[in-house]
């Protein structure tokens, strides 16, 4: 009986949590729970449709940024809501048609605004975040390929002057953190990336943060790693979970399959997944887009940049330069929305040395968010064997490694190295 038969007998979870472990969605939190779990040995099942490009975690920016502690939520962000809901801001875009049915997330969204729900996400995010890089790069040197993270920093760029003293509130809450945030007027940002020289008035260079040259490569690049140790790959969409008395019970695509221990690491798709197993999860795909842009001739620049005003990250990449748009409101089912990256791709090309022209098609995908921008890990209401890793919203390239251990540290009864009460589902 192979372990595909098996799955369908029943299981015992033995007191020390032995036994297979389902991982649902093998996106860069769910591969990095499915690696961490093999590591300590126990045998795991990757259960994933199986398109890359379709998870976030192939088209992000590819930045592991240390300074982004924050919550999208805060103190001032309430007085531009309306300039959004009008389409007036290029960064943040609704579709109003689907506004409604995000009306719980909303009201949850505006109650995480005032200035003490902001610095309390600071301080749940930061033990997790300020390991990322670390986890990142043990992880890349397991599986050969350091090649691809780049000590770039990250550098947000604000068009006046006055960006800077804006920031100043943020900028106090970094620095009680350690974390680097170093202010650079525009001869400084010249010298910084000559090709920034009298684009920009303002910077801030977070220079504890990496950057690495291709999401997707590195994604697949931990795919094989898990096969080649031995996990099971499962083709297929988890349509529901259930809490048996002794592990859990999985249909995927009509086979019903029994596991030890599962994890929901399905992104975006998460909360449907939780919703009978008692956890109702406030989850929106903030949806962004990218594509890639080739240099116009030799100039190029040498790390991510976020322009605060125009509303778009570049990242400089493999073949080129990724401009992503900002954030797109929208149900899964809504079409496509082009609006906020041409207009994005259009002003960029205008200020960075790239061929617009030769630009390639456009890439959409949909970031995991939780109304206070806080991670949702922990175990289901329903059942201990049972594990939420999802909801990353803008972070979770970067925090998936750091998320996968402790995903493996609670399905094994040990204790995460990181705080994670705060990012507990109960807490909806
Ligand atoms: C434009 C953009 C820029 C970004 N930039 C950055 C950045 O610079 N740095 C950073 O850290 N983060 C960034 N992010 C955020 C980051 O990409 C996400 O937080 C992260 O990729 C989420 O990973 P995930 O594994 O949770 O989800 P995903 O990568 O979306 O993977 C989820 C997986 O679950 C699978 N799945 C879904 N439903 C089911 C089901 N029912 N059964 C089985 N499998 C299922 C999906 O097929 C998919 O493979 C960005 C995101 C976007 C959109």
Redesign the pocket.
């Known amino acids: 009986m192979d372990r595909a038969q098996a799955r369908a007998g029943p299981r015992i979870v033995t007191p020390d949590g032995q036994g297979e472990v389902a991982v ?8 990095s729970a499915a690696l961490a779990l093999l590591q300590r040995g126990r045998p795991v099942t990757l ?6 490009m ?12 240390r300074g ?1 502690i924050f919550p999208i939520a805060g103190p001032g962000l309430v007085a531009k809501l309306p300039g959004y809901g009008l389409g007036k801001c290029v960064a943040v875009r609704v579709n109003r048609r689907s506004l409604h049915t995000m009306v719980p997330w909303v009201r949850r969204f505006l109650a995480a605004c005032s200035e003490p729900a902001w610095r309390g996400a600071a301080e749940a995010l930061d033990p997790l975040v300020r390991t990322a890089i670390d986890h990142h790069m043990a992880l890349a040197a397991e599986l050969g390929i350091t090649q691809r993270y780049r000590q770039t920093g990250f550098l947000r760029l604000y068009r006046q002057a006055g960006g800077l003293a804006g920031a100043a509130r943020e900028r106090g809450v970094l620095e009680r953190f350690g974390i680097e945030a170093q202010p650079l007027d525009a001869r400084g940002l010249a010298d910084l990336e000559p090709v920034l020289a009298e684009r920009y008035a303002e910077g801030l260079h977070f220079n504890q943060s990496m ?1 690495v040259d291709n ?1 997707g490569a590195i ?1 697949m690049a931990m795919r094989d790693a898990f096969r080649a140790r031995g996990g099971l790959d499962l083709p ?4 529901a979970i259930s809490s048996l008395g002794d592990g859990v019970e999985l249909v ?1 695509d009509g086979r019903t399959l029994r596991f030890a221990q599962a994890v929901v ?6 909360s ?2 939780t919703r009978p197993l008692g956890d109702r999860i406030p989850l929106v795909g ?5 594509r890639l842009v080739p240099w116009s001739g030799n100039a190029a620049l040498s790390r ?1 940049i976020y322009d605060v005003a125009g509303g778009f ?1 570049a ?1 400089p990449m493999e073949g080129g330069l990724r401009v ?2 900002g954030v797109e409101l929208a149900l899964p089912d809504d079409p496509p929305d082009h609006t906020q990256i041409d207009a994005v791709l259009a002003d960029a090309a205008g200020r960075l040395p790239i061929d617009a022209n030769g630009a390639g098609p456009v890439w959409m ?4 968010s939780t109304p206070d921008s806080l991670p949702v890990i922990g175990f289901s209401k329903a059942s201990r064997a049972v594990v939420y ?12 490694p750091a998320t996968g251990q402790a995903v493996a540290a609670l399905l094994s009864g040990d204790l995460p190295d990181v705080p994670i009460e705060a990012f507990s589902p109960r807490r909806f």
């Not at 259960?47 to 890359?52: A, K, M, R, V």
């Not at 690491?265 to 998460?270: E, F, P």
């Not at 903030?286 to 990218?290: L, S």
């Open positions: 649902i969605g093998g996106g860069m939190v769910g591969l259960i994933d449709p199986g398109d890359p379709g998870q976030a975690s192939y088209g992000n920016a590819g930045v592991l940024s982004s950057s999401p994604v297929g969409h988890v349509r995927v690491a399905a992104g975006v798709s998460s449907t997944l903030e949806r962004g887009y990218h991510p990250v990242s992503l748009s995908g949909s970031r995991p890793a999802f909801g990353h919203g803008h972070i979770g390239f970067a925090n998936g």
